[in-house]
């Protein structure tokens, strides 16, 4: 990694376990993990990268991901930033990506904006929550994106208008382009202040109150999509509701099991808990669903390396 030694505030890790930079907490090794915080610093890391023909994949806080055991063979850029990078101008406010999603819904209703609050309480970066188009309540953070500036591999940026990015429920195309996003644009409307706050808070006691607490109970949200509705004027269908019917809070393999509170939330309920046995369970839970219903559920979480009896939507093998 010698041809990154100019770039300024960057850290190399070599060795390293992704357990230590995923919410699940698992994950086995990765030759190389590369931290950057700054639109700046991720251009020249792509740019050397491009140069020098060498692979890498990009992640954010790993807060929808489920490394396998064996870890990954190629290099990860992880592109986070605890310090929050936020310009407004006006009703206009510009991101970078490796910015807490809650951070920047925060911000916005400090301002007195409306529009982010789909995304208050929901862990990770913005750049993650473009990729997997991220919201909760219907609302989803495309709704008030526009532009995503995206970096090609000479180290180029491209400001992408939403319409091109394809974004439906939890979907963009970044899902399976691979490409890296380096900041983001939001239109925001005026809002008041106080019952944005309000609302804000009322979210985060509902998000408290539904879902595990990460860090105790180590998870990647829900492990499933919503259904399709049956139609067009119809809400999802929550995945849970179809699991909860198979009993899957009551189902476990090894360390791994679902939260009692949330029939598609699978945990790490103990240190012995591997990868496999979170894919393994998640494998169950699936089978059980389309025994009893015939409905195929779709994975939400993404997988990063090789499982047993893996299917093939991985993001790297
Ligand atoms: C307790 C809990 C609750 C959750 N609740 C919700 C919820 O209510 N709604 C919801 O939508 N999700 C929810 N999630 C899932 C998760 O928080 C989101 O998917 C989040 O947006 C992922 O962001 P991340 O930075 O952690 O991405 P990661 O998990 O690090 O990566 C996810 C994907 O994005 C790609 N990626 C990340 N950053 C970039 C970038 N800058 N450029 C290109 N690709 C990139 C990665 O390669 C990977 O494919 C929850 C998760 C947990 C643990």
Redesign the pocket.
Known sequence: MNFLSDIQGIHIKKNILLLEYT?FQLGGPCPFLIECATPQQLKQVVAKFSENKLFF?????????LVSDQGVDCTIVR?FSSKPQIEQEDNIITVS?STR?DDLALFAVQKGLAGLNCITG????V???V??N???FGKQISECITSVSVLVPNGEVIDEEPRALDFRY?FSR?KETQ???SEVKFSLSKGDRDSLLKKRDEILLSRKDK??D?RKDP????FFKNVEPVAPEEKRQAAGWFLDQVGSKKMSIGGAGVFEKHANIIIKKDKSCTAQDVYQLSREMFKAVFDKFSLKLEREV?LMGNFEGDTDDR?IR
Not at 219 to 222: E, K
């Open positions: 919410i994949i990009v992640v954010g806080e790993g807060s929808n991901l592109y990506a999603a929901i862990p990770g970066t750049g993650g929550a990729v997997g991220a919201g909760a939890r970044f490409e890296v996003i879902h595990p990460y998870c990647a949200g829900s993404r993001i």
